[in-house]
């Protein structure tokens, strides 16, 4: 076991030593640099668009037109390079956050740091599950640690003092200290050039599928503005250049770029702010699939309750010692107080562990049961044997005192008791299980040989009695979980207590109407289908094992839940990483296990579970409301680009025109859609299925009605405008004028599909009155500054165009209303109507 003479550096030499040598970082990737987002805007289409239709504006000398155009170009990369920022700074917080933990001695006292802060000299506090975060030399303890990343083999290697322990590896068992020799690039693992610190998010189920579906439009855009270009200038014989600028505009029209900028700022951004709900996020792509969850399953310690451990109830020779109040430790306690020590590990990990040693102190220190010697050998806890026992050596060699502490029915089994004494122990745990208390029986026993043997099962124990621990619910619990409740979300414990102290907690918190528990033995000897049958019916598994974790998990996605699940330890990785979302404890999980996940509750609050997934589900629903609102824009540009060139109107949207639009739409997309509050019914509707996509024809069929519905009335008001008399300009100033203010109507629309543009305008979003601004200030300037105003083909806007306009906004919001209200009673007509009233 591991002393506690080491002080460690000092604050002040670390931070030298840091500033000299750098921060302890594995090569990986960098963020990318200005320049570099810069020059992938190059390889946009947009960008190559807008390039090609100012180089046909210079060769019609155009001048003015293609200066315009052209000057379009830097705002484009700005405000790609701000958006970029925004989501790069967001993602680097996250990294920070999310990146590996050291606890090292400083000063004499232990605290956590970043691991990228480790120096040389620095001592490591090394516990079960921590990763290794630099190479060192260990001091003191005896580790297993897990070398397979350097070496392949899968095989734990033991550890004693003066050996060698490499950065990444990972300490699968026991407790040490060790003093950093390298850093960085100069560990091991740094020289042999792994990227493990990697920043790189791999794209998410919606990224893959919205490339898929840029892909799909932009050559549907292309062949169609090829067409056009052929049709105009072979078919109608109208000069090439003209024709290629009305393709340029109709490519321009149908590219919806805008869906990317969507999800990387919007799950970026989304990632953050679930930060601030102490929630971590590993691995972004866990954000989209949080609204999809059916099912939580949740540890107990910690996460429904507080994880504050308190030593609280004896029970020895039939009597009971209750500590809450009590003046003093009666001596028929000392002996089961003293063992429980002893089983203890000298500087533990565990809460209870840590709870037996503040009891002891309490009660044990200055006497003679007080002990602080290290064991000669410790049995772990096992699948076989839910115990485990220390061995301690004397001055002969022979003669050895055994301490063992674990499951009551384990410690029962190992002292041989009688079936008789077994009930009675059966019915204390039971009692004090009922009570919420969890449970440890207590041994002692002698061995006489210099060998140990095998297994605990060869000793021959004396039962001592019970210790009780008591751990209460986290306040916030039950009001957590009545809120999963009412948004169709289960929850199923999944722990290794007692039946009956995970059942008592579970009244406590409310977590079930269901009052059947199955442990793990029962889980083992079921089919996968039997076990599929009883998942039906019962929401508390005890006594699980890691491996049995994982098996329920499995069976549920094979039912087709969307599975949620905390852990903390080595052995929950596996689990955690079957989950769709596996949920990492922050404060007493392990590095493994945080790794594994994609989550990290930074509190261990059950509590910060649920308002993650009311985040995620927020998030969801406005990538669904901007991508919506995307769509419905892009389809009146598409129908003013192609409608006049195919009945040889004079033209009404110019390249330049969509380009001032995109420079509205944009931040309508990544800014007011991002802002927009949740729902009110957010966690009171059941969960949508992980299948579905925002991008599905179902989702985007209402607004591509909202825009076809735009441009018709823009085209009646066209050909209403000819009729009258208007000149071209002037037409294609008031159109630009109803497109624009529409533009805010589509916005107001797509907020709340099933209320009116009046609850869009009064609902909450600071960002909704800043965008109408400054649509309000674009057409000022852009029909009282001369040259823009020549550059954008508009006359001076007079009275009689002024009108037309507020006319063409007034029609496109009566039909927007009208659209709402035909589709609200389509869909209450079809929810009444049986299935088969409407096939289609």
């Known amino acids: ?303 429904l309750t507080q994880n504050r451990m308190r030593m609280e109830e004896l029970v020895a020779a039939g009597e009971t010692f209750r500590n809450e109040g009590a003046k003093a430790l009666p001596e028929t306690f000392h002996e089961l107080a003293e063992f429980t020590l002893l089983a203890t590990p000298l500087d533990p990990f565990d809460p209870m562990e840590k709870a037996i040693q503040t009891f002891a102190q309490q009660w044990l220190e200055g006497t003679e049961h007080w002990h602080s010697q290290a064991p000669e050998f410790q049995y772990d806890l096992s699948a076989e044997i839910l115990a485990m026992t220390l061995v301690f050596s004397s001055n002969d060699p022979t003669q050895h005192l055994l301490a063992c502490k674990g499951a009551p029915e384990a410690v029962a089994d190992l002292c041989h008791l009688p079936t008789a004494e077994r009930d009675i122990i059966h019915q204390q745990v039971l009692s004090m299980a009922e ?156 590095d493994v296990a945080r790794e594994a996940a994609a989550l990290v509750l930074l509190d261990d609050s059950f509590a910060s579970i649920v308002a993650a997934i009311r985040q995620g589900r927020r998030i969801y629903d406005n990538i669904t409301k901007a991508t919506a609102f995307t769509f419905a824009v892009h389809m009146p540009i598409i129908v003013l680009a192609l409608i006049p060139a195919l009945l040889h109107w004079p033209v009404l949207l110019l390249p330049v025109h969509i380009v001032l639009l995109e420079l509205l739409i944009d931040p309508a997309c990544s800014i007011v859609f991002e802002a927009e509050p949740e729902a009110s019914d957010i966690m009171t509707r059941p969960p949508r299925k992980l299948t579905d996509s925002p991008f599905a024809f179902s989702t985007l069929l209402y607004p591509l009605l909202q825009g076809i519905a735009v441009a018709e009335v823009l085209l009646l008001g066209y050909w209403l405008l000819d009729g009258q008399g208007f000149q071209a300009d002037e037409i294609r100033g008031a159109m630009f004028m109803g497109l624009v203010l529409g533009l805010c109507l589509l916005i107001l629309a797509n907020r709340d599909a099933a209320r009116t543009l009046l609850h869009g305008l009064t609902a909450s979003n600071p960002w909704i009155w800043r965008m109408f601004g400054a649509v309000g200030l674009l057409l000022v300037v852009v029909f009282t500054v001369p040259v823009l105003r020549d550059v954008m083909g508009f006359s001076v806007m007079g009275i009689p165009q002024l009108v037309a306009g507020l006319a063409l906004v007034l029609g496109i919001g009566v039909s927007l209303e009208v659209l709402r209200w035909v589709s609200g009673h389509v869909k209450r007509a079809y929810a009444i109507r049986p299935y088969e009233d409407h096939p289609l």
């Not at 070398?147 to 300490?171: D, H, M, Q, R, Y």
């Not at 679930?274 to 971590?280: C, E, F, P």
């Not at 124990?461 to 957590?480: I, K, S």
């Not at 098996?551 to 039912?559: A, D, E, F, P, Y």
């Open 435 to 590: 009570r919420g208390l969890r449970v440890l029986g207590v041994a002692k026993g002698q061995w006489q040989s210099k060998a140990l043997p095998p297994s605990q099962h060869d000793f021959n124990f004396t039962f001592l009695g019970l210790v009780g621990f008591v751990d209460p619910p986290r306040a916030e619990v039950p009001a957590a979980i009545a809120e999963c409740r009412a948004a169709g979300v289960r929850i199923i414990m999944m722990t290794g207590d007692h039946p009956a102290t995970a059942r008592a907690i579970a009244q406590q918190v409310n977590l079930s109407t269901r009052t059947a528990v199955m442990t793990g033995a029962e889980v083992a000897a079921l089919s996968d289908t039997e076990l599929h049958e009883q998942l039906q019916q019962v929401d508390m598994f005890t006594r699980l094992q890691p491996e049995q974790k994982l098996r329920l998990v499995q069976i549920l996605q094979q039912n087709g839940e969307v599975v949620a699940m905390t852990g903390d330890g080595v052995n929950d990785a596996p689990a955690l990483k079957a989950a769709n979302i596996g949920i990492a404890m922050g404060e007493r999980g392990t």
């Open 1 to 303: 076991m591991i002393k506690t003479n080491h002080t460690g550096l000092t604050q002040a030499e670390a931070a030298r030593r840091l500033a000299a040598d750098g921060e302890n970082m594995l090569p990986g990737s960098i963020p990318k640099s200005l320049f570099a987002i810069a020059l992938s805007v190059f390889t946009e289409p947009m960008f190559l668009m807008l390039l090609g239709a100012g180089g046909i504006y210079l060769a019609l000398g155009d001048r003015a037109e293609a200066s315009f155009l052209l000057g379009f170009v830097f705002v484009v990369i700005g405000i790609t390079l701000a958006q970029e920022r925004k989501t790069q700074r967001a993602l680097e917080s996250l990294r920070d956050l999310s990146a590996p933990r050291a606890l090292v001695v400083r000063d004499g006292q232990e605290i956590r740091i970043p691991g990228r802060e480790v120096v040389r000299g620095d001592v490591l506090v090394l516990h079960e599950g921590d990763r290794v975060p630099a190479d060192a030399l260990l001091l003191d303890g005896q580790l297993s640690v897990d070398e397979s990343l350097l070496t392949g083999e899968a095989v734990p290697v033991n550890k004693s003092p003066s050996t060698t322990l490499s950065a990444s590896t990972v300490v699968t068992k026991g407790v040490g200290m060790a003093e950093v020799s390298a850093i960085g690039v100069n560990t091991a693992v740094g020289r042999i050039g792994q990227a493990l610190a990697s920043t790189q998010e791999a794209p998410s189920g919606l990224q893959q599928a919205s490339r898929k579906l840029i892909i799909v439009l932009t050559i549907v855009g292309l062949t169609f503005a090829t067409l056009l270009v052929l049709l105009g200038w072979l078919w109608d014989g109208r000069a090439f250049l003209d024709s290629l600028l009305s393709g340029i505009a109709l490519a321009m029209a149908i590219l919806p770029e805008e869906i990317p900028v969507i999800l990387t700022v919007f799950l970026a951004l989304g990632a953050w702010r679930i930060s601030k709900q102490k929630v971590l996020t590993r691995r972004v792509s866990a954000v989209e699939a949080l609204g999809a969850i059916t099912v939580l399953a949740v540890d107990k310690t910690g996460t």
